[in-house]
């Protein structure tokens, strides 16, 4: 089956540290392109990170870029989404996503998604 499975989500303070994880099975992720977004009930869900299939370029959105990190560890078949300096506004379900395309520039096909994982941050 292939599927993508999130771990790591959680309530943390403001200022706190979370990382997130997302495993692939039936497939390997080293040929994706691999996004993580959030999403509020009631908004638009937001791109917060996306790393090309070579691994050599990630953007960020503005809103995380210099606190929120993304990595693979193809080894495992994993990536993560390390996110430090947490605020409240941070608060939402947060999805990995993976497409077979190159670049994360222009129109990207997301083939895959995790079933979300929900990050809380409050005092």
């Known amino acids: 089956q292939l599927q993508l499975v999130e771990s790591g989500g959680g309530s943390v303070q403001p200022g706190g540290s979370l990382r997130l994880s997302c495993a692939a099975s039936g497939f390997t992720l080293d040929y994706y392109v691999i996004g993580w977004f959030r999403q509020v009930p009631g908004k638009e869900r937001e791109r917060v990170s996306c790393?090309?299939?070579?691994?050599?370029?990630?953007y960020y959105a503005d809103s995380v870029q210099g606190r929120f990190t993304t990595s693979r560890d193809n080894g495992k078949n994993t990536v993560y989404l390390q996110m430090n300096s947490l605020k409240p506004e941070d608060t939402a379900v947060y999805y990995c996503a993976a497409s077979s395309g190159y670049y994360c520039s222009g129109y990207v096909s997301w083939s895959y998604w995790g079933q979300g994982t929900q990050v809380t941050v409050s005092s």
């Open positions: 790393a090309s299939r070579s691994g050599l370029t990630t």
